[in-house]
């Protein structure tokens, strides 16, 4: 059968292939602490009280037929005084658009900024970047981060490679990493592209900055967040954010998303999405519309959740910690915002009780997966080299009892290894 050579070029998913081991393992009887999804189990983690009440309201109404394009002016306007609220951003309703979750409005940004052959700049690890290069015929440039800056890229790992790009792609809190951007950090990166723009001709595109903050309103302790145009103004103009309520609200499966920026960029994603057809479903968008503005409500919920992921990861760190100090070749970076936890397991080379050498961290998932029933992401899922032995673990499906039960499965997994 002949596809497209984009279709044809498209590569599978390892986090979906770790899935699949993860089904067959439960399919079979295993109790696994499945650690790999980017997902909440609502039983555990479920979406505000009001939220659900509001979409139960407005299908009753009869709220069933197509949302404008652009998200209902409801939303848009919510999102308008959420932005300037909470973060002190200020885009009007004509510069937001509402989109069935993040996903489409990331691809929006790169079909209206790339052409094919533009070089596009992200972190490795990170999410899905790879991909949307592929879709839109992007040259990737991965740029590879580090332990020691807890994986946040750094002006002077990206410095070299952004003249002549055309976009830079950022994410903070990170996926997979959890870790985020420091004010000094992402002020320097700012610098570099102001600096970079005012080198351009009038007839040469711009460097754009997409900035995919999804889990901004998810950190910790004293942890804060920080974004481009807040700290440099004048990037206005070159700043794509991506965001929405599917991390934040616990409401994956809600697929209310938004995008916000320069007003000529959202006026041509607004017109690609229209011939998409990524809506939001308009119930869940008047919905959503409610219930932003009600900061009591918002604040409860936040504060619950925050304090609940906190604690799963915590239990997570402090118990691989304690394996750590018991002499295991284990680690983990401090928890700062997002679901995830970084996780270091460096037994690659090591053999297996089954003669199995675990070369890379597949075979190495595989074999955490079967002996400790603990399932994890490697870093390669991201791009990363397989010979790194980092891992991604996600919390929001898991109970701490659960993760806590693993530990010891774990510990008893690496005694094994020879």
Known sequence: ????????GLSGSEIIRIGNQVSEQVRQGANICNLTIGDFDPKIFPIPTELNEGITRAYQAGLTNYPPAAGINELRQSVSDFLKTRQGLEYGPNDILIAGGSRPLIYATYRTLIDAGDRVIFPLPSWNNNHYCHL????????PTRAENNFMPTAADLAPHLPGATLLALCSPLNPTGTVFTKAGLEEICDL?????????ADEKPLYILYDQIYWLLTFGSTEHHDPVSLRPELRDYVIYIDGISKCFA?????????????????????????????????E?????????????????LGEMKTNLQGSLQALFDGLKELQAAGYPVDAVA????????IKIDVLGKTAPDSTVLATTAELTSYLISEAKLALVPFSAFGSPA???WFRASVGAETVDSIQAALPRLRAALDKLK
């Open 285 to 301: 968008q008047v919905a959503t519309a409610h219930f932003m503005p009600e900061t009591e409500a918002v604040d409860a919920f």
């Open 335 to 342: 928890p700062a915002g997002a679901i995830y936890l970084t």
């Open 136 to 143: 839109t015929g992007a040259t990737p440039v991965a740029v």
């Open 251 to 283: 409401a994956t499966g809600v697929r209310v998303g938004y995008s916000f920026g320069p007003p000529a960029i959202i006026e041509k994603m607004k017109s690609i999405l229209g011939h998409v057809g990524a809506w939001a479903p308009k119930a």
């Open 1 to 8: 059968m002949q596809v497209s050579k984009m279709a044809a």
């Open 193 to 201: 592209v102001i600096a970079e723009n005012k080198l351009r001709g």
């Open 387 to 389: 010979s790194e032995p």
